[in-house]
């Protein structure tokens, strides 16, 4: 099945999601490599996180549980594979919920200063079929969640910046 491509989809098998923030480059890689701060805001509106571990460094582990409101829970354990502070961070997923379709793919999150006080961030998950990226937009909402997830990084930065934690 061909997928047109779209900013969202660029392949049949990439999902891909950016947003500008008002926060400087730094203090966003800060808020999503620190547990304490990615359990305030990982995840679309209304979900809970908890971080069971998170060793970020090439080849460490980071295993999570994502609870949506209705309760589902959705554990999920990465990989990472690099680490470029603070540009790029790179990680083998895999994942779901209780019941559902497993989901896998190599993430990659980038972070790019666009001006004293602005940083892109662009998700981009890499599926191994196109019908592996289907089942994640279809059953997971993955890309409408990846919209919500970084909503909430730019709703929590302006917290971390007036010095809240």
């Not at 996180?49 to 609870?67: F, N, Q, S």
């Not at 006080?117 to 990846?146: H, L």
Request: glycine fraction near 12%; include cysteine.
């Amino acid at each position: 099945m061909t997928t047109p491509s779209s900013p969202e989809r660029p392949s049949d098998r990439e999902i891909v999601v950016s947003r500008i923030v008002a926060a400087p480059r730094e203090l966003v890689w800060e808020v999503w490599t620190n547990p304490e701060h990615v359990a305030k805001w990982w995840g679309p509106r209304g979900f809970t996180t908890t971080i069971e571990r998170m060793d970020l460094r090439p080849g460490g582990v980071w295993k999570h549980v994502m609870r949506g409101p209705d309760g589902t829970e959705y554990p999920g354990t990465s990989v990472f594979r690099e680490v470029l502070k603070p540009k790029r961070i790179v990680l083998a997923h895999s994942g779901g919920k209780a019941g559902g379709p497993g989901v896998q793919f190599v993430g990659t999150w980038t972070f790019e200063a666009v001006g004293p006080n602005q940083t892109r961030v662009t998700i981009r998950m890499e599926f191994k079929t196109p019908d592996d990226c289907e089942t994640v937009i279809k059953v997971y909402g993955a890309i409408e969640g990846g919209k919500q997830t970084l909503e909430r990084l730019d709703g929590y930065l302006p917290s971390v910046q007036a010095g809240g934690r």
